[in-house]
């Protein structure tokens, strides 16, 4: 068994004697999706970025880089291996935007 492999065995807590076993692993990225801000329009700014199947998504803003709390805009969006696009208002004070991954149920 390659020492990868062997890695694998041990995080889903798999002895030597049932490691013959066929495991299936879907394959999850934690790499931090890059967004992408596009102003559409002098009142709307859309924000994309790249989604994991079955991911399920939260798209937060705050006024403030460094302090203050995030703000979930919308609500839950489940991923589907395609690029997500939100168009949000353009207006009012400056914001910055992140996307938290959110446990599945």
């Known amino acids: 068994m390659a020492a990868n492999d062997q890695g694998v065995a ?7 004697s049932n490691r013959q076993h ?8 934690n790499a931090v999706p890059t967004l992408t801000l596009e102003v559409t329009s002098p009142e ?3 924000v994309c970025w790249p989604s994991v199947p079955n991911q399920i998504y939260l798209l937060e803003s705050r006024t403030n880089l460094s302090s203050g709390s995030w703000q979930t805009i919308g ?18 004070p400056s914001r910055f935007y992140r996307v ?3 446990p599945n149920p």
Request: proline share 3%; aromatic share 0%.
């Open 75 to 92: 609500g839950l969006v489940v991923g589907d291996g395609s690029q997500i696009c939100k168009a949000l208002p353009g207006t009012g």
């Open 22 to 29: 066929k495991q299936e692993l879907q394959a999850v990225s």
């Open 100 to 102: 938290a991954s959110a």
């Open 10 to 16: 041990q995080a889903l807590g798999l002895s030597r």
């Open 44 to 46: 709307t700014v859309t």
